[in-house]
């Protein structure tokens, strides 16, 4: 999940029969994680920056907040926006669903060029006070790239967008732990559902217990998204001695704690 309130790439694009594909990532660009603490608000230099990185508030119907996009590039860029829902793997890792919008949000415009050190407010409107969360991606790309031969630099960038409900729901559930990964991968991880309506962080600490000893780390803070299952890492198996633990987990939301004690075995 590199980590940050926003993911913020430059890609190459090149145009083939008037269609856009992501043809390789370029260097100098800010790549995050939807779940930072310290959002990040701006582009490569002399590129296309959006601020703020982050809007979080309070689900309500109406406006919710103004985001501008501003061009500091030499060229003319014309940018497209879309609002995004996340997806999340079973690591933890947090992406922009290309393929899907986020029902619910509005957007002023979602298409226009913007000349060398322009900027454009756009503004967000919520339909309803539905809880959500998701992205406003920006799509960058040179005005007449389409036109061009060749790859083409281009931006893409997505302001993190939370929107969370006025009576939430703290609910964590876990599974049994296991190991999974292979080689230098391999480690002990417990998978945990967010059964509540909230993506707010979780935070613990895990006691791993044999006959040789006791081993005891915090946690590594993470948001898991509502109705997701994210698999919480236990420890490395490169640490641990093959055979028998009990687990003794504690996972906090907001200060609710859930414990779970299990076992589980680790092999060569």
Known sequence: MNRGSSQMSMVGRRAFAGVVVVAAVAGGAVIARADDAKP????????????PALIDKAAAAGEIAPMTVTNNSSKSIDVK????????????????????????????????????GAKKQITITARS????????????????????????????????????????????????????????????????????????????????KSALGTRQRDLESLRILPGKRVNVLLSSTSSLSPGTYTATVHLTQKGKTTTVTKKVRVKR
């Open 129 to 208: 006070d539905a809880s959500m969360y998701g992205g406003i991606e920006v799509i960058g790309v040179p005005a007449g790239a389409d036109d061009q031969d060749g790859v083409v630099l281009g931006y893409r960038l997505i302001t993190t967008l939370r929107l969370n409900p006025a009576a939430p729901v703290y609910s964590l559930v876990a599974s049994s732990p296991k190991v999974t990964g292979s080689g230098s991968k391999r480690a002990v991880v417990l998978p945990v559902k967010n059964a509540g309506n909230t993506a707010e962080p979780v935070s613990g600490d895990v006691r791993l």
């Open 81 to 116: 926006l879309a609002a995004r829902p996340w997806v999340q793997s079973s690591s933890g890792a947090v992406s922009a669903n290309r393929r899907k919008t986020l029902s619910g949000i509005e957007l002023s415009d979602d298409s226009f060029t913007l000349a060398k």
């Open 40 to 51: 990040r608000a701006a582009a490569a230099a002399g590129g296309l920056k959006v601020n």
